[in-house]
């Protein structure tokens, strides 16, 4: 007859390392189909997305309140804002300063609250007030009026832009 203490239960080493290498081959399947950095890119882009979106609609709502034109003066809650002209065919980068450069910050806080939308991971894109900041985006005007908002950072090989 066996002793009882003679048997022993547990696994071997073999069943232990098969079952490690198979959770490392699920765990390398896996992360390749959610490929993190695709989707952190899809993210991204869709933020793009949604504030080249905004910064339209801002446009499109001062046009609107201004009879058909962009430019010109306003006062909002005791506060007047001066909304530069946009040149046609030209595209310029939405910024407070440097060359070939727009500033739109007169469209805070009356169309945009808070701030402009920028960029999540354009170079130097960022808000710090309205006298300093880079949206990361560009805004033209086409030979037939329609004002044109793009993200020329997007990700992905997308092109991302939006036209009123």
């Given at each position: 007859m066996r002793n009882p203490r003679d048997s022993r239960a547990g696994f071997t080493l073999i069943e232990i390392l098969v079952v490690i290498g198979l959770i490392a081959v699920l765990a390398g399947v896996v992360l390749v189909a959610l490929n993190p950095s695709r989707?952190?890119?899809?993210?991204?882009?869709?933020?793009?997305?949604?504030?080249?979106?905004?910064?339209?609609?801002?446009?499109?709502?001062?046009?609107?309140?201004?009879?058909?034109?962009f430019a010109g003066e306003f006062t909002a809650a005791?506060?007047?804002?001066?909304?530069?002209?946009?040149?046609?065919?030209?595209?310029?980068?939405?910024?407070?300063?440097?060359?070939?450069?727009?500033?739109?910050?007169c469209l805070t806080p009356t169309y945009i609250?808070?701030?402009?939308?920028?960029?999540?991971?354009?170079?130097?894109?960022?808000?710090?007030?309205?006298?300093?900041?880079?949206?990361?985006?560009?805004?033209?005007?086409?030979?037939?009026?329609?004002?044109i908002v793009a993200a020329p950072s997007a990700e992905l090989e997308e092109e991302i832009s939006v036209t009123r």
């Open positions: 989707q952190f890119a899809q993210a991204r882009n869709t933020e793009r997305t949604a504030n080249v979106t905004a910064l339209l609609n801002a446009i499109g709502a001062r046009v609107a309140e201004n009879k058909g034109t005791g506060e007047t804002y001066e909304c530069p002209s946009i040149a046609t065919s030209t595209m310029f980068r939405i910024a407070s300063d440097g060359s070939a450069t727009i500033d739109l910050s609250p808070a701030r402009l939308p920028f960029d999540p991971s354009a170079t130097g894109a960022h808000w710090t007030d309205a006298g300093d900041y880079d949206t990361g985006y560009t805004v033209e005007v086409d030979e037939f009026g329609r004002y």
